[in-house]
């Protein structure tokens, strides 16, 4: 990524030229008379395996149909690709996550989606029919947990404010707000002092007071495997999924969803305007929403179904949110909110932890 | 760009620009450039000019950017002292790279250009190694060393040098270490270059003169580099204040460069118009530094020339 000077400016502006130069013409792929052929944008990693495995695989030979995975960019570049693109075809059906996609459908940058396109919105959770405001069905969500080293602290941890015990200092790894898990322990932590994400105060206060606690400041997710490995890091907060995989390659880590409770983050699809197989896209969507793709994805990604039909065998349980009363615990913040709010967070957390870190010194 | 080039001619008329820019290009070189010329033009020039408009544009949040110019995204900038401290630090990392892997660089390069040893060619090979690894595997290949529990802490540790681990990473020293190794090869091809260029024979007329090999090197070969140093460095210098994946991965929220900043606007909070105004200052500084330097650069050879 660091190449000759002529390219870094290139790079720094990739998502505004891309968009320009390769979007218009030449990226038309080639219409398949037979098998309708459908561009879904997802993520990378274990959650593509899965979804191709899972999801696609079975979709292909049931609707007769071709997906084409793109992989690229978060939710956030994704949105930022839709935006820059506009009226040009990118993608018939994308992933975002929940704030995301309400600000693709204000700008109007989506179509609609009501149960007469799928069906089987009416099987979901109320929350997940209803956050989406019309622009897409929730289809899964990931609780923040708070994820320790379960060799070295001892007893597990039940409260959040675990992460501020004295006994933890520089084992604690914290992400950059512009990240959701820094994002979602800001909210946390203002909940705790008694504010939310409107006022924000608190929570600004409490992470001031974290800044002797941490050890890591990192930002994605994979970032942290490191870490984690070495025993650099005995606690941070962390997505439940993502964290549920690492248990499972074997790392001696636990996680909990803190006595004070969590956030969780929501995921949906949206199907964009300039999309050019429509049809197809609500089935696919629908067929996502089925209690067997679910089910499944839950079983492989620990992501939190929400059809509410959903059932997972007990050695699930504290491994996956199921259920109406354990999503019912889960706190949904103001998503709208927070996607007005967030740059001026950014610009905030930039210069208080800067100044934090100035003055411990 | 890059050293190697050959002493201008001893007959030239005292133009010494004229040796890097063509003034008697002949016309079928023009053609050669054509392919360039319209890479640059369509994936620099153009992206250039876009992302200079975006500049100008307002932003407002969780909306798309109302239509009007406006100049409030420089003013948010260079308005605020947090981020006029970041380019500042920005602009002093950058220098502190530089004059390091200059420094350190230099030895390694002379010892390539003058040794008579068998195993240079496997030296080379090593130097230019790791710039055939991704800099993201190269940074946490530090990140492993220097972890509180890394190799390094270790070491220190065990040899009783230190009775806690040094906090390499999340500092400046962190950041340093990484882009230090990041700029090294770029610093040792570009010197081997410019101290092979250097007539041996010069050397060679100097010992005969009486002086030591040390003298020889300071009075004759040292100074007849610097050209090509200044060269080097200028090109280390834009790398480093561009890098982003070293900061990102080792510095923290202590250490804020511009190119972090620039993602976090262009990818996270999307105020494409404030990203695109920090990516402008950035160019404006970096680019009028190297015109700076290489104005620098033509008076030092011109006098170079004239003694």
Redo the contacts between chains.
């Keep these: ?6 390219t ?3 790079i ?2 990739a ?3 891309l968009a ?2 390769a979007g218009a013409p030449g990226r038309t792929r080639p219409a398949g008379a037979q098998a309708r052929e459908l561009v879904f944008s997802g993520y990378g990693g274990d959650y593509g395996e899965v979804m191709k495995k899972l999801v696609i695989e079975p979709f292909e030979r049931q609707f007769n149909a071709r997906v084409v995975y793109d992989a690229t960019g ?1 939710s ?2 994704k ?2 690709k839709l ?1 820059a693109t506009r009226d040009t075809y990118t993608w018939d059906v994308t992933v975002l996550t929940g704030y995301d996609l309400l ?1 693709a459908g ?2 109007g940058l989506l179509e609609p989606i009501g149960a007469d396109r799928v069906p089987n919105l009416p099987k979901l959770h109320d929350f997940a029919q209803r956050e989406g405001q019309g622009w897409g069905p929730i289809t899964s969500v990931d609780p923040l947990v708070l994820l320790y080293n379960r060799d070295r602290v001892k007893p597990a941890p039940d409260s959040w404010t675990a992460l501020w015990d004295p006994k933890y200092r ?1 084992k604690v790894a914290v992400s ?1 707000v ?2 959701g898990k820094g994002l979602f322990l800001l909210l946390v932590a203002a909940y705790m002092g008694g504010g939310d994400e409107k006022h924000i105060e608190p929570g600004f206060a409490r992470l001031r007071e974290l800044v002797p606690q941490v ?3 990192l ?1 994605l997710s994979p ?1 942290y495997v ?2 984690l490995q ?3 890091v005995w606690l941070t907060p962390y997505w439940n999924g993502r964290a549920q995989l690492m248990i499972d390659q074997g790392l001696p880590l636990g996680t909990v969803i803190p006595k004070e409770g969590t956030l969780a983050i929501t995921n949906s699809f949206g199907v964009p305007k300039s999309a050019r197989q429509k049809t197809l896209a609500y089935e696919f969507i629908n067929f996502y929403l089925d209690r067997t793709q679910q089910e499944a994805f839950a079983r492989k990604i620990y992501y939190s179904p929400t059809n509410r039909e959903v059932t997972l065998p007990p050695e699930y349980a504290g491994r996956v949110a199921v259920g109406r009363e354990a999503i019912g615990r889960l706190r949904f913040p103001d998503e ?1 909110y927070l ?2 709010a ?2 001026a967070w ?1 610009e905030r ?3 208080e ?2 100044d934090a ?2 003055y411990q010194k | 760009m890059t050293g190697g080039r050959p002493r201008p001619p001893a007959t030239g008329r005292g133009a010494p620009a004229a040796a890097a820019s063509g003034g008697r290009v002949p016309r079928t070189g023009r053609w050669l450039a054509a392919p360039l010329a319209f890479w640059l033009a369509a994936w620099f020039l153009l992206p250039v000019a876009l992302l200079l408009a975006e500049s100008f544009r307002p932003v407002v949040i969780g909306q798309p950017t109302p239509p009007g110019l406006t100049l409030a995204n420089y003013a948010r900038f260079l308005g605020d002292p947090f981020y006029r401290g970041t380019l500042a630090a920005t602009l002093v990392l950058g220098a502190a790279v530089t004059a390091l892997a200059l420094a350190l660089g230099y030895p390694v390069a002379y010892g390539l250009a003058r040794g008579r040893h068998r195993g240079r060619a496997v030296l080379r090979l090593c130097v230019v190694a790791p710039l055939l690894v991704s800099v993201v595997i190269r940074t946490y290949g530090w990140i492993v060393l220097l972890a509180n529990n890394g190799a390094v802490n270790q070491a220190l540790l065990a040899l009783g040098l230190v009775d806690q681990p040094v906090k390499f990473l999340f500092t400046h020293t962190g950041v340093l270490i990484g882009l230090v190794h990041f700029a090294l090869p770029v610093a040792i091809l570009s010197l081997v270059g410019v101290i092979e260029a250097v007539d041996r024979s010069l050397e060679d007329a100097a010992r005969g003169l009486g002086a030591g090999a040390w003298r020889a090197f300071w009075a004759v070969t040292f100074p007849l580099t610097l050209p090509g140093v200044a060269a080097g460095g200028m090109l280390i210098f834009s790398l480093t204040v561009a890098a982003f994946v070293t900061p990102a991965l080792m510095g923290g929220p202590s250490l804020i460069v511009l190119s972090t900043l620039i993602y976090q606007q262009m990818t996270v909070t999307l105020e494409w118009g404030f990203g695109a105004a920090v990516a402008t200052i950035l160019l404006v500084v970096a680019t009028g530094l190297f015109l700076a330097a290489q104005r620098g650069l033509a008076s030092m050879r011109g006098t170079g020339a004239a003694a």
């Design positions: 990524m660091e190449r000759g000077a002529r870094w400016a290139t720094l502006t998502s505004i030229a320009a130069l978060s956030a570049q949105l930022a935006r600000a204000r700008e520089g950059h512009s990240e050890g890591a400041w930002t970032q490191p870490y070495r025993e650099d709208d996607a007005r967030r740059g950014v957390w930039n210069k932890i800067y870190l100035k």
